[in-house]
């Protein structure tokens, strides 16, 4: 059955976001349809292969888009909502993919590079930001200000101003996909999380694991759009 392959197990570096991607993508194309009662926790723990944290903060993500509601007591539980209204297509949705593509392609060799030439000023400035986006609480625009920062503050890390231009104008591009879906606290504060390991990476001088994450983030990333992009 099409349902039994929503809840297939997930296995990835990236299950919280391919969970999200999962749940977001049927929920869209009404494979759950509105009204649909998601299985006991547990259950959907066992099926998806996954820890009841990542379940939990995938769901509670998914509420907080207004994909899934939840209602407490007898006859309660996890409920998807609503369709949500559609927006048109535009150009930034149509080609999101290749947007990524490019970002990944960037902005992997930036994070390679800037575990090899970053200088401790640079890491430090890094760091400060990763305080920024942890303390951003419910201000997006503060968070998503600080994350471009931090990107592009990689990319100048490296000491190649083509690779600042080419990491600015990616940033650019994710940023009119981004002001499309939802932003719940558990996504980004997941993301920064990865933030703050790519600073590890460059503290130790450790390009390969700098790579690998940032590979994870930004697959990550796109996991996010594809379940909450409409």
């Known amino acids: 059955m099409i349902v039994d392959a929503v809840f297939a197990p997930v296995q990835s570096t990236t299950a919280f976001e391919e969970t999200l991607e999962r749940l977001g993508t049927a929920i869209k194309l009404e494979l759950l349809p509105p009204g649909t009662r998601l299985p006991p926790e547990r259950d959907l723990c066992e099926q998806l292969g996954i820890a009841r944290s990542t ?3 995938a769901l509670t993500a998914l509420v907080q888009s207004g994909h899934l509601h939840a209602v407490r007591g007898r006859g309660g539980g996890t ?3 609503d369709a949500p209204a559609q927006i048109a297509a535009r150009s930034e949705l149509v080609d999101w993919r290749e947007r990524c593509d490019v970002r990944l392609a960037v902005e992997v060799g930036v994070a ?4 090899e030439r970053a200088e401790p000023a640079a ?4 760091g400060d930001l990763v305080g920024e986006m942890a303390a951003s609480d419910d201000d997006f625009a503060a968070y998503r200000r ?3 920062r931090f990107h592009v503050g990689l990319a100048e890390a490296t000491g190649s101003p083509a690779l600042v ?6 940033q650019g591009a994710m940023t009119d996909l981004i002001s499309y879906i939802a932003h719940p606290p558990e996504v980004l504060a ?5 933030h703050a390991r790519l600073v590890d990476c460059l503290i130790k001088r450790d390009p390969a694991l700098a790579m690998k994450v940032m590979a994870d983030h930004l697959r990550g990333t796109e996991h996010v759009l594809a379940g909450l992009l409409p």
């Open 190 to 194: 997941w993301s920064n999380a990865q």
């Open 123 to 126: 890491i430090d400035l890094l």
């Open 146 to 148: 600080a994350d471009v």
């Open 55 to 57: 379940l939990r903060q």
């Open 165 to 170: 231009a080419a990491t600015t104008e990616s």
């Open 112 to 115: 390679y590079l800037a575990a």
């Open 79 to 81: 409920f998807v909502a």
